[in-house]
């Protein structure tokens, strides 16, 4: 172990557990230097009031509610087609849709920053490929993670890594014995609880005398944008591609909240079930407070339960979540992975 001090130590252990975390990744383009990451927006000393964040995940785009809800003028900058790629399109498209009509934030498809310039007067101009021009006083990149591992030497252990993330099994064991990671260096799940589990699971099967694999069917997790998106189980792509025939429930509408100030927000939900079994596999929300809502709905999930299961649920009303246990008729179906209208 090297310390910042120059001193360095050597510790043994039976077992080591790798658990260092993601680090920011920014592209090399002219003028990178100049950029910021979600490690130092916190740390501003002052509010830009023109923001570019670049990127399509989830931390771009929560940044981008964030920074706009401040009161900046945000530019969203994303290379790809559509943001959030992995969630559901339906809900993609409708954050999109209520970004676009309720907030500030300028939304710029399928463009990708090509040099940053720093100005006289302290501010920066982003140049992008097609030769578009932003004017900002902040440029943040969010544009994905890698694993922490460039000061492990993890070349010297043999470990297997690629990437940057380390290959674990489903007990977070290394290809080398003793050796373990969990977390967001393992490339599985990037979220805090998830890396908690992993752990607690480890801790178990090393030491509880227990044999417990890491379970990451049906976790739950929200995009903290406006609205909120809360989800649990597979998206309809994901959940065709595999079960094949399943049947999608949806429904969208404007919440009675917002009826009243005749405001143009608008709800979606989406339940996706196995037709063979009626098992619900995949619940999304597009709405205020889905993640709070998704966390119950998740339990139910993660227990099997049923379409039927749902429906004799008795709704709790006014409320927007009663919508989940109402819905009672499928949108349209899949037969052998083909969406049958």
């Excluded at 090509?114 to 140049?127: L, M, P, W």
């Excluded at 591609?241 to 709800?267: G, L």
């Excluded at 939900?269 to 037709?275: A, E, L, W």
Aim: charged letters at 25%.
């Amino acid at each position: 172990v090297s310390y910042a001090n120059g001193e360095s130590k050597t510790v043994t252990s039976d077992n080591i557990l790798i658990a260092v975390g993601g680090w920011p990744f920014k592209p090399d383009i002219p003028g990178i230097e100049h950029t910021i990451t979600s490690n130092e927006i916190f740390y501003l000393e002052e509010q830009p009031k023109r923001i570019v964040i670049v990127g399509g995940g989830f931390i771009a785009v929560e940044f981008a509610a964030i920074m706009d809800g401040l009161g900046s003028d945000v530019t969203l900058m994303y290379r790809g087609d559509m943001f959030l790629r992995g969630f559901d399109m339906d809900m993609r498209t409708h954050l999109h849709e209520e970004m676009e009509r309720n907030s500030g934030v300028d939304i710029q498809f399928n463009t990708d920053p090509k040099e940053i310039q720093k100005n006289a007067d302290g501010s920066y101009t982003v140049t992008t490929r097609d030769g578009k021009t932003v004017e900002c006083d902040a440029i943040m990149y969010a544009t994905g993670r890698k694993g922490k591992v460039d000061k492990l030497n993890l070349e010297t252990t043999g470990v297997k890594s690629e990437n940057s993330f380390i290959e674990v099994d489903a007990y977070s064991k290394t290809n080398v014995d003793n050796i373990y990671a969990v977390g967001d260096v393992t490339d599985r799940i990037a979220l805090t609880p998830v890396a908690l589990m992993e752990g607690h699971s480890l801790a178990d099967t090393l030491y509880g005398g227990m044999d417990r694999k890491c379970d990451h069917e049906f976790v739950a997790s929200t995009v903290f944008s406006t609205p909120e998106i809360g989800t649990v189980g597979y998206t309809e792509e994901e959940a065709a591609e595999k079960f094949k025939d399943i049947s999608v429930y949806k429904s969208k509408f404007r919440a009675m909240k917002h009826s009243f100030p005749n405001s143009e927000t608008y709800t979606l939900f989406k339940i996706i079930v196995d037709t063979k079994t009626d098992r619900v596999i995949g619940v999304h929300a597009a709405t205020d407070g889905a993640g709070e809502m998704i966390q119950g709905v998740a339990i139910a999930v993660k227990m099997g339960a049923t379409k039927k299961e749902f429906d004799a649920t008795i709704g709790i009303h006014p409320t927007s979540a009663e919508e989940l246990v109402t819905m009672r008729s499928p949108a349209y179906k899949y037969e052998n992975g083909a969406k049958v209208e």
